[in-house]
T-cell receptor
Framework: RKEVEQDPGPFNVPEGATVAFNCTYSNSASQSFFWYRQDCRKEPKLLMSVYSSGNEDGRFTAQLNRASQYISLLIRDSKLSDSATYLC????????????FGKGTMLLVSP | DGGITQSPKYLFRKEGQNVTLSCEQNLNHDAMYWYRQDPGQGLRLIYYSQIVNDFQKGDIAEGYSVSREKKESFPLTVTSAQKNPTAFYLCASAYPGSNQPQHFGDGTRLSIL
């Protein structure tokens, strides 16, 4: 079983749509969780950390379900500039940051 | 401005040649990392260092070497033993602690001549 699994997409949505990305992880002892965004041929950039109680940052909402080992990212009112690949990232260890990356889900927002 | 600087942006390697990728950070982060990304693939960890003068192998360390003589610097050497070096190489750094995200430089694209 892959350590972090994501739907590869691409997800094609019109501007203004709501889109949800899902991610599952295999290590039940995983400590921390993040969503990164990667534009084509660029470096990944931190979008948001994911907290146990769920958290929101503007149009973006992240949820964590430890029992199901499942993470989600919801984007509301999609913008053209949201087009990118979204990476689900998990830290399976305590004490230091060593991240495991999913392959990412590509989002294409069209006018 | 604080950040992570990778150089060069593009690099070409001849057969049998070693090449070194530079990574410098002024974020005062203790931990530094090197990843490789192939087209359509996720990031794979090559080496990481939690503290100066110490580093550990990641998942795909064969054919690579690193050093960590200064907190700010973590150069990666791609040796001739790495038979398929063409990839996008990303350096990252982070504060200590499992809840700390990593921050990335803008990468080096390595190709074979």
């Amino acid at each position: 079983r892959k350590e972090v699994e994501q739907d590869p997409g691409p997800f094609n949505v019109p501007e203004g749509a709501t889109v949800a990305f899902n991610c599952t992880y295999s290590n039940s002892a995983s400590q921390s969780f993040f969503w990164y965004r990667q534009d084509c041929r660029k470096e990944p950039k931190l979008l948001m950390s994911v907290y146990s109680s769920g958290n929101e940052d503007g149009r973006f909402t992240a949820q964590l379900n430890r029992a199901s080992q499942y993470i989600s990212l919801l984007i509301r009112d999609s913008k053209l500039s949201d087009s990118a690949t979204y990476l689900c990232v998990v830290n399976p260890y305590s004490g230091y940051s060593t991240l495991t990356f999913g392959k990412g889900t590509m989002l294409l927002v069209s006018p | 401005d604080g950040g992570i600087t990778q150089s060069p942006k593009y690099l070409f390697r001849k057969e049998g040649q070693n090449v070194t990728l530079s990574c410098e950070q002024n974020l005062n982060h203790d931990a530094m990392y090197w990843y490789r990304q192939d087209p359509g693939q996720g990031l794979r960890l090559i080496y990481y260092s939690q503290i100066v003068n110490d580093f550990q192998k990641g998942d795909i360390a064969e054919g690579y070497s690193v050093s960590r003589e200064k907190k700010e610097s973590f150069p990666l050497t791609v040796t001739s033993a790495q038979k398929n070096p063409t990839a996008f190489y990303l350096c990252a750094s982070a504060y200590p602690g499992s809840n700390q995200p990593q921050h990335f430089g803008d990468g080096t694209r390595l190709s074979i001549l």
